[in-house]
């Protein structure tokens, strides 16, 4: 039964573009596991980020988003998946991601491939969270993992090293998910001035939206177990795509010894006259 295939729970997993000048910023807004919400929008499933629900996933117009949850339902969003298929286990391609500050619709906004980014199917759902990322111990305490399924086409590892990444990136996705109430509560806090300036008319919304980023960020730096897994996960990433490039470069200089070893084996089947040796 197809209906089975519904994803409870998803995660975005990988990297953005280096070209891309909010890189490390956005990455850390929007990666982790998301999940799926039993509200339906534009007739589709939509999902909420686990731990921090100012961020959901949705479909609208042929595309998939990943945005603030203020805009849900809109053509907008940080990151986009061209897809007309209102089933997120059926949309396949290479995301996107906006150039311009992550805002913007799609009619008017300038995107950028960001093929590193990539989407685990069958995670289990992360710890349930309201929109201020409030979470119980219970839930805090709760494990478990499935095995991740890959949406991307075309990878060139093979299924269990596949596996193997994917549990990891799934771990990851969801350690980042359990510092996330820590980390917005120190947002919070370096964010009371910026909020008072908005307030008092000192600041426009686009200034509260680059310090609200920026006190992100910082907050994420000052806590300890989260700036860990993630010097530590840079490490593992690029050891990863180190791995994968040499293995790709293996696969190609076997392909070309065994064209060299046909061709003189096929000349040694024919025999010195060109003709083939009778058995």
């Not at 790709?248 to 065994?258: I, M, P, Q, Y």
Request: hydrophobic share 40%; aromatic share 6%.
């Amino acid at each position: 039964d197809r209906r089975e295939m519904s994803d409870q729970a998803i995660a975005l997993v990988g990297e953005l573009p280096d070209a891309y000048v909010n890189q490390y910023a956005i990455e850390r807004l929007i990666l982790g596991v998301y999940n799926r919400r039993s509200e339906l929008v534009n007739g589709a499933p939509s999902y909420v980020k686990a731990g921090d629900g100012r961020y959901m996933l949705w479909h609208a117009i042929g595309r998939w988003y990943v945005g603030s949850a203020h805009g849900k339902g809109q053509a907008q969003g940080y990151i986009k998946l061209s897809s007309d298929k209102k089933r997120l286990e059926d949309a396949i391609g290479t995301w996107q991601v906006n150039t311009e500050k992550g805002l913007g619709s799609w009619l008017d906004a300038s995107w950028l491939d960001a093929p590193g980014l990539r989407l685990l199917r069958h995670v289990p759902p992360a710890d349930e969270v309201s929109v201020v990322g409030e979470r119980t111990r219970d839930q805090k305490d709760a494990e478990g993992r499935k095995r991740a399924i890959d949406l991307t086409e075309g990878t060139m590892e093979t299924p269990r090293k596949r596996s193997r990444v994917d549990d990891v990136e799934t771990r990851v996705a969801k350690a980042r998910s359990l510092c996330a109430s820590e980390v917005d509560a120190r947002a919070h806090e370096l964010m009371e001035e910026a909020v008072r300036e908005f307030i008092a008319k000192k600041v426009d919304g686009a200034e509260l939206e680059r310090r609200r980023e920026a006190a992100r960020e910082q907050a994420e730096k000052e806590h300890p177990p989260l700036s860990a897994l993630e010097t530590a996960f840079a490490a593992y990433t690029a050891a990863a795509a180190a791995e994968q490039a040499a293995e790709a470069k293996r696969e190609a200089a076997e392909a070309t010894l065994e064209a060299a070893l046909r061709a003189l084996e096929k000349k040694g089947e024919a025999g010195p006259s060109g003709v083939k040796a009778e058995a």
